[in-house]
């Protein structure tokens, strides 16, 4: 399986760190000039610059070249998070919602592969809200990602 994010702070950071040091394919649009709220996207993550897209285009076109997204939060959904779940009901995308502050993490875990063996996806876009938005969101999908990941082994 392969994830794609779109490289801004918080939860994609976190995926691409994860991915990157699990020696998984991970990918995704960014936006033009590798813009992101802390500044230029590191070349170090591998994300392919969307041009004249700024975070909307960059959004919708990963939602739309993957089989699904995964929308992890922590509480109420708003800015850029909010706009991936639109984007998802706009395409008929399938996605998964879930709230990385419920303290049932094997729950979750088992509800997100179950998720991902019902829609066979091979490529899952995973988005949630930037560092600025919720301070927690790049610790919190680290854990649950690795955990995630462990989960899926076990399985193979």
């Keep these: 399986m392969k994830f794609r994010t779109g490289g801004q702070t918080g939860v994609d950071r976190a995926v691409l760190d994860v ?3 699990s020696l998984i394919a991970v990918g995704g649009w960014c936006p033009e000039g590798r813009k992101a ?3 230029k996207i590191p070349d170090r993550y591998p994300l392919v610059e969307l041009q004249d897209a700024g975070y909307d285009e960059r959004t919708e076109a990963n939602v739309l070249d993957s089989d699904a997204t995964l ?3 922590l509480g109420e959904i708003s800015g850029g998070t909010k706009f991936t779940v639109s984007c998802c009901a ?3 995308k399938p996605s998964l919602l879930l709230d990385l502050r419920d303290e049932n993490l ?10 991902i ?4 996806i091979k490529e899952l876009n995973v988005a949630g809200p930037r560092a600025s938005e919720e301070s927690e ?3 919190k ?8 990941l462990s989960a899926l082994r076990k399985r193979e």
Excluded: M, P, S
Excluded at 141 to 148: A, E, K, N, P, S
């Design 90 to 92: 706009k395409f008929n």
């Design 37 to 39: 709220e802390d500044g």
């Design 117 to 120: 063996e019902d829609k066979q």
């Design 141 to 148: 999908t680290r854990i649950f990602l690795q955990l995630f």
């Design 71 to 73: 929308i992890l939060h």
């Design 19 to 21: 991915c990157l040091q």
């Design 106 to 115: 094997q729950v979750q875990l088992e509800e997100l592969v179950e998720f």
């Design 137 to 139: 969101a790049y610790g």
